[in-house]
């Protein structure tokens, strides 16, 4: 989806967007319930552990990533049960989450209540600081991709954050 903006070799070296701090754990990936059943061990053959939430908006699940953590510091990362460290992740791409295929970029419920496409801030892709040109993409296809993703799957609408970037 952003692959005019970021070099697939970029994104394969450094892999930031698979590794969950315990303070960003809003972050997990939401997945559509057959993953659970279709994935039940990561790449390293372990069992993966899956939260289910059912609301008015749809059904879905994330990776528990709880047991992964050693400590209670917000900082500590713990990776995607599904990152392969050698060669990126292991889903195909038809099973990849949404989230994962759009990331950096995030739909979100604006305090107004409208939705936006914005940038996460930590991305550390050079070529994202352009915004003047992921706007116009955004205004020419990406709101209206994350728009259609959303009317069916509404668990993808996540609440605004500070410092997220409005495009």
């Not at 510091?73 to 392969?84: G, H, I, K, Q, Y």
Request: contains cysteine.
């Amino acid at each position: 989806m952003i692959s005019d903006f970021i070099k697939k070799e970029d994104c394969r070296s450094c892999r930031f967007c698979c590794v969950f701090r315990r303070k960003s754990l809003w972050e997990v990936p939401k997945h559509q319930k057959y993953i659970k059943d279709k994935y039940p061990t990561g790449f390293d053959g372990k069992p993966v552990r899956y939260r289910e939430f059912d609301t008015p908006s749809g059904s879905w699940v994330i990776t528990d990533l709880s047991d992964k953590y050693k400590t209670d510091d917000p900082e500590e990362a713990a990776p995607c049960p599904f990152l392969d460290p050698d060669g990126g992740c292991t889903l195909p791409n038809e099973d990849k989450p949404f989230e994962c295929k759009a990331w950096p970029l995030r739909y979100m419920r604006m305090p107004d209540g409208g939705l936006k496409v914005t940038l996460t801030p930590t991305c550390p892709a050079p070529r994202l600081k352009d915004t003047a040109a992921l706007k116009k993409k955004s205004r020419d296809s990406w709101e209206q991709a994350f728009k259609d993703y959303a009317d069916s799957n509404p668990y993808i609408i996540n609440e605004y954050r500070d410092g997220y970037i409005i495009l």
